[in-house]
């Protein structure tokens, strides 16, 4: 099959200099691409223990603290931030290390590298709205203590389905597109390249959908966070009395920061995703944010993920039967010193 050389413009396939490319170690590339796995791999077994405990729990005996939605919700989100790390590292981290040129070089643009590249798209998408569900669910546990089970229960038959569909709707146009590999602008060296794409339709790129839906998404939850502190703010007496527990007032404590902590991967995402638009390929220092882009979307996976396992008490559960033990044989011991 031929190829309009118009349409390969831009990319490294059939360039002599990339098919004839050496990789090299002793680049930086290399060491972007294989920190994260430190504290990416600790973090996706404390995300499995967060599942774990939500597919393990008996819902229905009422325990202190636990919640299935919130528990449902967090486990979806992390899962997807993780898989959001694991298909950005093939789309962008593995290749600029150089250890694909040579091979990209030689193969036509294709479907394989764009089912990557949507891979990566798809679910960054997810990672944007499943934090929206946060606030949302304990606003409703706020508003309506009687019936907020049904309600939740409600919600979430419907609205995971329809956050698994929605990203369909901004990622159309790879349906004719064919994946590419790109040289990356400076800093990165000769080599390095990441996965693009050419021929959509219409035309169309996805910077400008992803910065909508940051803006929406972000404002959206921000939103039902005021909201929610303000039904608190409201309501405060009443759940003093509801809440007489240690462990529930951990958990409303430990949820309340893990919310804001997601919030704080749209302000993150947000602005080097604006610098990108502006600066990328530029000699502005501002171009240089591109390097760090990764590991800012990183910090939804692993802050997040340990905000969370530290501070709720459902992961103390050695600290509580420890406690348990002691508390009882000091009882015990009470009563013989009475009798």
Known sequence: MSWNSSLLAG??????????????????????????WIYMIPSFIV?????????????????????????????????????LFFSDFWMTRLPSTGVLTSFCATIPPNHWLKLILFSALYFNYLAMSFPFLMPVIRLIIVTFP??????????????????FIFPICFTFYLIPALGVCKQRAAPYPFGAVWIYYINSAFGLRNSFFHLYNLIFWMTCSV???????????????????????????????????????????????????????FYYGTNSYFSYAEIIRPFGNDLQ???????????????????????????TSSFRRRANNSV
Request: positive net charge.
């Open 223 to 277: 939103l039902a966070n005021v909201l929610l502190f303000y039904q608190v703010g409201q309501a405060r007496a009443r759940l003093i009395r509801a809440q007489t527990s240690g462990a529930s007032k951990k958990a409303h404590t430990s949820i309340t920061i893990t919310t804001l902590a997601m919030i704080t991967f749209y302000v993150t995402n947000g602005a080097f995703l604006l610098m990108y638009i």
């Open 47 to 83: 995300i499995c223990e967060i599942s774990c405990v939500y597919l393990q729990s008996n819902w229905r005996k009422s325990e202190p603290g636990k919640n299935k939605h919130v528990f449902l919700v967090i486990s979806l989100s992390q899962i997807t931030c993780f898989a």
């Open 146 to 163: 009687k019936t907020h089970t049904k309600i939740n229960t409600n919600l979430i038959r419907y609205g995971v389905p329809l956050i």
């Open 301 to 327: 996976t692993c802050v997040v993920t340990w905000v969370f396992y530290l501070t709720h008490p459902a992961f103390r559960k050695s600290t509580q039967d420890s406690d348990m033990v002691f508390s």
């Open 11 to 36: 990319t490294v396939h059939f360039d002599p200099a990339y098919i004839n490319y050496t990789f090299e170690w002793k680049q930086f590339p290399i060491l972007f691409a294989t920190l994260p």
